[in-house]
Structure formats: C-alpha cells, structure tokens
C-alpha cells in the first residue's frame, strides 16, 4: 500500500514571496491533515479536511495560509506571502475517519526555509 | 487547554540498556494516546494507540502503557536502529479531533 506522498521535499524562497505544498493522501483516507513542525517541537495542527470540507481551521494563519482539497483526495497548501518565521516542516498526513480515534499516517514532508 | 509533556528531552543509552521515555498529559476526556517515531528528515511512524488506563501495547522491544495521568514507553534492550525522536500525542473526547503532541524525546542507541 502506497503511503502518504508529498512534493517537493525541500523548498528555499525569499520573504514575501508564495509558495505551494502538494499532498496525495492513503488510497481510501476520508480525512486529510495538514501540520507544521518547528525544529524540536511536535507537530502542530493547521488544517483538517474530512473528504473536501474542511473539519478544523482555527489554528491557521488565515491572513497568509491557504489549503484546499478539490474532490476529495489530493490537497494543497498555500503560503503567501511568506514570513521568517514560517520556516519549519510541513507535514501532510491521512486517517481513515476523521471520528476517531483512527491513527493518522505522515507523509514524508517539505522542509521549507524562508531567507 | 490540552498539553502534552515528554521527559527527557534527549536520552543516550549503551546497546542493551534498558529505559522508559515518560507522557504526561492533560486533556478534557481522552479519547486515544498515540505514540510515534521519528527519524531524522522523515515523517513521524505510527507505533501504538492506547484507549484507557491500565492499557498496554507491545511492538518488538517496545512497550507503551498508559495511566489517568502519564504514558510510558519502555524500551528492553534498545538497539543502534531504535534511536529516533519519540512523540507522544493526545486526542480528546468532543468536538475537536486534532492530535496535540508533545516535543518527543530524541533517543540515542550507542553500540
């Protein structure tokens, strides 16, 4: 079985400019995640998808952050216009249900670093 | 407010050195505990669930358990391969799905 894929794996950009993460979640996974990790912290959650709606936003930078998830299955996640402070991993996982509790499986990640 | 706390931080054991990795956590209601691995560059690993207290789990040399108030993962006779970060993560009953995770404690295996 095919886990969790992202892309791209690393990305560099300067301050104020945008950039997008791809997600492709487990075959069948109903519900999607989107998570940020700073160095030597624990993931934390910014977006929860159950099939394309989305389930929990409230700790995502509206202002800046963006996701979608347009039929269900693949999602992106937007930054624009990044900030210093957003250099971190992100992280996309996938649960069968998003009523739980259903263990969550990662992807990976993209290891963004904003100069 | 749901927090997670992981101790140590960081932990070096000599192969064969048996030793527990320490969850404490506050939540309104547990609904699971979750225990994962990570290595260096990759997403965390999926190891175990626990659902209620006086649970227990085993997975090779691994063993997590789980009170009222605190997780452990065991570790008998670690390994060079089992070093890693350790997360602990909760899910709360309610509402709210998300997993909130502690900061892991990163394990180092000396042969």
């Known amino acids: 079985e095919a886990g969790v894929a992202q892309s791209p794996r690393y990305k560099i950009i300067e301050k104020r400019q945008s950039v997008a993460f791809w997600c492709n979640p487990i075959?069948?996974?109903?519900?999607l995640y989107w998570y940020q990790q700073i160095l030597g912290q624990g993931p934390k959650l910014l977006i929860q998808?159950?099939?394309?709606?989305?389930?929990?936003d409230s700790q995502l930078p509206k202002d800046r952050f963006s996701a979608e998830r347009l039929k269900g299955v693949d999602s992106t996640l937007k930054i624009q216009p990044a900030k210093l402070e957003d250099s971190a991993v992100y992280l996309c996982?996938?649960?069968?249900?998003?009523?739980?509790?259903?263990?969550?499986?990662f992807g990976p990640g993209t290891r963004l670093t904003v100069t | 407010e749901d927090q997670v706390t992981q101790s140590p931080e960081a932990l070096r054991l000599q192969e064969g050195e048996s030793s527990s990795l320490n969850c404490s956590y506050t939540?309104?209601?547990?609904?699971?505990l979750f225990w994962y691995r990570q290595d260096p560059g990759k997403g965390p690993e999926f190891l175990f669930t626990?659902?209620?207290a006086g649970e227990e789990k085993e997975k090779e040399r691994l063993k997590a358990t789980l009170t009222k108030k605190e997780s452990f993962l065991h570790i008998t006779a670690p390994k060079p391969e089992d070093s890693a970060t350790y997360l602990c993560?909760?899910?709360?009953?309610?509402?709210?799905?998300?997993?909130?995770f502690g900061s892991g404690t990163q394990l180092t295996v000396l042969p």
């Open positions: 993560a909760v899910q709360a009953q309610g509402s709210a799905r998300q997993l909130t």
């Open positions: 626990l659902y209620s």
């Open positions: 998808f159950q099939n394309n709606g989305v389930v929990d």
């Open positions: 996982a996938s649960s069968l249900r998003w009523q739980g509790p259903y263990e969550q499986y």
């Open positions: 075959s069948g996974h109903a519900t």
């Open positions: 939540v309104s209601g547990l609904r699971g």
